[in-house]
């Protein structure tokens, strides 16, 4: 069955980088985009960017453009996001969702369907 | 600046029938936007109801589907049980692999 599951609980001070790794199983990484959404506390989902582990291309939501970058190791299946230069508003809980692109008889759909179990980055001096 | 909209809160009868909405600042929801509906609990990660505008994701129950209403994407909820109190999210596909999540509806069953 498709599982994500992502690195555990993070405390980082303001200015500094986070790392949060998402390791995918179930199904063959390189077919599916995965993307990143964040939760902050008593708020809804905000999608933050994709990226495709095939080829590592990658696409920001305008808000995240030059603080954060999406990567990967296909060796180990595991798609990573990065955040930069932090701040207290970035505490949240950051899930990876994986992207599927079917086209059955010309007829095609786009979805995000599985999620991983989130991780919480607590941002705080 | 696209903005994706939603009722923030709803509430239904045990047993009732529920509409929630998902719509555009500017503009009209369609099939292109592959409109998808999620369902979360405190706590949960979000778990896939529908895609593609109307199609349950595997163990849904047939009691939740998914339409086009008017200009809107709508997700309807049929025989509502207590265990449908959760918050709602819908998310419309940009383009270009980009995705917008609207507000969330947060369900009430009473």
């Known amino acids: 069955q498709v599982q994500l599951v992502q690195s555990g609980a993070e405390v980082k001070k303001p200015g500094a980088s986070v790392k949060v790794s998402c390791k995918a199983s179930?199904?063959?990484?390189?077919?599916?985009?995965i993307n990143w959404v964040r939760q902050a506390t008593g708020q809804g989902l905000e999608w933050m960017g994709w990226m495709n582990p095939n080829s590592g291309n990658t696409g920001y939501a305008q808000k995240f453009q030059g603080r954060v970058t999406m990567t990967r190791n296909t060796s180990i299946s595991t798609a990573y996001m990065e955040l930069s230069s932090l701040r207290s508003e970035d505490t949240a809980v950051y899930y990876c969702a994986r992207d599927v692109l079917d086209c059955t008889n010309g007829v095609c759909y786009q979805a995000i369907d599985y999620w991983g179990q989130g991780t919480l980055v607590t941002v705080s001096s | 600046q696209t903005v994706v909209t939603q009722e923030p809160s709803f509430s239904v009868s045990p047993g009732g029938t529920v509409t929630l909405t998902c719509g555009l600042s500017s503009g009209s929801v369609s099939t292109s936007y592959y409109p998808s509906w999620y369902q979360q609990t405190p706590g949960q990660a979000p778990r896939t109801l529908i895609y593609s505008t109307n199609t349950r994701s595997s163990g849904v129950p047939d009691r939740f589907s998914g339409s086009i209403l008017g200009n809107k994407a709508a997700l309807t909820i049929t025989g509502a049980q207590a265990d449908d109190e959760s918050d709602y999210y819908c998310?419309?596909?940009?383009?270009?692999?980009?995705?917008?999540f609207g507000g969330g509806t947060k369900l009430t069953v009473l």
């Open positions: 179930g199904y063959t990484f390189t077919s599916y985009d």
């Open positions: 998310v419309l596909y940009m383009g270009s692999g980009d995705w917008v």
